[in-house]
């Protein structure tokens, strides 16, 4: 009874998730919104000694991370973000769940109002695979990293590169850093207007902060 | 020490002899007398101390042989040598609350005013009364601050009255099934729960003690009433179905033809043998009074503010006397006044008793967050 299912980090961490952990600083206060099983958030506490709090809609997640000792709440992006503070964290934490959430320019807004910075990191629908596919099967793509089928996918909002910088003009969000990665994960631009990397990237991630 | 040999870990005590409890109602309690449990042994700083605290009509042997039972303790699944609450590693104190009926002071003890049990002279207690006589327990027992308070139910209620009133006795909180205040329906079900006891002449208004007379009827019909509040419809359906009992056929009469009558009347009888009538008043009305929104001006997290307390909520999905809307008010208001909260919602079909039995998923998740506090407590090399 008293053998707790032991955390077993992947060897190979998702590289959105190194890169996030490049950026957050040590000591800081971390909120992970969609957190999963906790890995990243596993993973920060380790290497960067962050006080990190979880937030994720999936029982099985939770219950994951909770019996591995993180301080993870059961609940859900669109509705329970309006509950956390103003400026409560340094950041707030947004990997590949941009997509999953019902209304993600609100979603994004709360990140910046909870946290003095966000970290959104989400797919790029744009990416050349995505485009082909659509364009010479006529379906909706599926990829190596997009590998559910259109009837069963969390992902309910997808949004390419261009469509994401759009969106944080129009809610006046501050980029501070951006990093697009290519299909074998290697950062291929640090631009967020170049149409190279809205074709050719797959993964963005971002660094946001608020204007004023 | 086995934690379930009888008699062994009970001990009694008179507590607030030199500054009487000053009560909600008003009434000013002179000495009271508390009867817990302990298991394991305090550590030399004292610092790794739980307290247990029991629900409705549990009492304080969490872990031995219940006295008048002679059953195991209610929480025998989860207090042991190697448990998740390891009694190798901790200290384990459950006291029986306030206004009960197995040794602390209540309505079946005797009013030293009067040298007769107190009856309806009780005075009305709320949870913060039970948890103002449980800090004069921490403070005899010598515990600064306890290294998690943990309780289902009314102890949830406990729980988070001992974490918004003395936030800096409690280094963690389990609040288990439980809710910042007490529902209408709630209300509604105790209600009925002591009408059922009131109505039995037998009752004699509370005066029965000493007639020889009790009301065993009436309570065993709030009990049966309270029981199924306790499980879920699934539950029911599950364990009895439809099912007769020990007949092919029905009577055409008011026998307990069906399973689930009988499991019932199982329940109200066997409640009656080792509770007393007016304590289950007394406990019900704490419940029902029970309001942290109200205490803290409408606004929950307040009561919260600033806390350092670590929080773990647990509700269970099947779970209509405490829902986990319910459940999910407390964490919000944990959540708003940034503290530190964890939070699950265990899927299971047994309705509010989960945290009673063995639900597996709740253990775990009881385990890591003790664990982990465990190593920032400093009590893990």
Sequence with gaps: MNETAKFEPKRDIRVDWQLIAEIVAPESRVLDVGCDDGQLLAHLTETKNVDGRGLELSQQGVNICVSNGL??????ADTDLIYYPDDSFDYAILS??????????????????????????FPNFAYWRCRSYLALKGRMPMTNSLDVPWYETPNIHFCTL???????????????????LDASGKVMSQSHDSAFANFFGIDCIFILSRKS | MSASSPGSDSHS????TETP???????????????????????ADKSNAILICHALTGDQFAASRQPLTGKDGWWDLMI????????????????????GCMGTTGPSETDPKTGKPYGLNFPIITIGDMVRAQVLLQDYLGIESWFSVIGGSMGGMQTLQWAAAY?????????????????????????????????????????????????TSGLAVARMAAHITYLSEAALHR?????????????YGFDADFQVESYLRYQGINFVDRFDANSYLYITRAMDYFDLFTDNNGNLASAFEGTKTRFCVVSFSSDWLFPTSENKQIVHALITAAANVSFVEVETDKGHDAFLLDTPEMLKTIDGFLQSSARSRGLVS
């Design chain 2, 167 to 215: 936030p800096e006795r409690v280094f963690s909180a389990i609040p288990i099934a439980c809710a910042a205040r007490h529902s209408a329906q709630n209300i509604a079900f105790h209600e009925v729960g002591r009408q059922a006891v009131m109505a039995d002449p037998n009752w004699q208004g509370g005066d029965y003690y000493a007639s020889g007379r009790k009301p």
């Design chain 1, 71 to 76: 301080s993870v709440v059961q609940g859900n």
């Design chain 1, 96 to 121: 590949k769940t941009l997509q999953t959430t019902h209304q993600p320019h609100v979603v994004l807004q709360q990140l910046l109002r909870i946290g003095r910075r966000a970290i959104v990191s």
């Design chain 2, 21 to 43: 409890l000053q009560l909600d109602c008003g009434v000013t309690l002179g000495a009271i007398r508390m009867a817990y449990c302990t298991y394991g042994s305090l550590n």
């Design chain 1, 162 to 180: 261009r469509d994401f910088t759009a969106l944080c003009a129009h809610l006046d969000v501050h980029i501070e850093k951006s990093v697009i």
């Design chain 2, 239 to 251: 364990k009895f179905g439809r099912n007769l009992q020990d007949r092919e056929n029905l009577t």
């Design chain 2, 13 to 16: 005590v008179l507590l607030g």
């Design chain 2, 80 to 99: 042991g040598p190697g448990k998740i609450l390891d009694t190798d590693k901790y200290f384990i104190v459950c006291s029986n609350v306030l206004g």
